[in-house]
Structures are given as C-alpha cells and as structure tokens.
C-alpha cells in the first residue's frame, strides 16, 4: 500500500494543525495505522496508532490529551489531529500501515511492526 502525508507546516506554539495520510488501496480498511515522527538528530518515536475498525487506539505519553487519531475508512483515510502544539512536537511525521496483521483488533507501537510507509509531513512549532 502506497501512503501520502500531508498537511504539515509552520504553526505557532500552542496552536493546532491536523495531518492527514492517503492510502492507494481499498485494503487499508483492514489494516491498522500510526503515526511516527522523527526530529532533528533524534531517532524515530511512535505517537499514535489505531485500530483497522477506530476502536482501539494509542498515544504517547508525551501527546496524550493534546493529539488524536482518527480514520475513514470510506475515503481511505488516517488523522492526525495536533492541538496544544509545543516546541517539542517539530518534527517529520510519518503515517504506517500494519500490512502484517491484517483485522487485527490490538494495536501496535512499533515502527518494526509496520509494513508499509508515507514519505513523511514537516511539522515546525515556533515560539
């Protein structure tokens, strides 16, 4: 599966921005997807993944409360929605998609775990 972030860019420090990733095949209603970031000199970090169905999701601690993930599966779709944005949250966002387990009902916060890959959304909070 072929994946397409969008939706970066500039925002202010406490503003909101909401990233969007399009899928290529109707198979992305079976799969579960994250999202992933990766800042400047810093290794790659998991930020939120979903379920194929949305009932199941996760976040890292350091989004909690602020971020949200969501998905149409009519339009082969994941979200992204950053709000309460800090500094720390620069970075490329990348979405994923969970092609080695299909209907899975967990989700997964391994990038290790993930098949396929966008080519990534740049995300910069400014003070």
């Known amino acids: 599966v072929q994946l397409q972030a969008s939706g970066g860019g500039l925002v202010q420090a406490g503003g909101s921005l909401r990233l969007s990733c399009a899928a290529s095949?109707?198979?992305?209603?079976?799969?579960?997807m994250g999202w992933f970031r990766q800042a400047p000199g810093k290794e790659r970090e998991f930020v939120a993944t979903i379920n194929w169905s949305g009932a199941s999701k996760d976040y890292a601690d350091s989004v909690k409360g602020r971020f949200t993930i969501s998905r149409d599966n009519a339009k082969n779709m994941v979200y992204l929605q950053m709000n309460v944005v800090k500094l720390d949250d620069t970075a490329v966002y990348y979405c994923?998609?969970?092609?080695?387990?299909?209907?899975?009902?967990?989700?997964?916060?391994?990038?290790?775990?993930?098949?396929?890959w966008g080519q990534g959304t740049l995300v910069t909070v400014s003070s």
């Open positions: 095949t109707r198979a992305f209603a079976s799969y579960g």
């Open positions: 994923a998609a969970d092609t080695r387990r299909p209907w899975a009902t967990a989700v997964v916060t391994t990038g290790d775990a993930f098949g396929s």
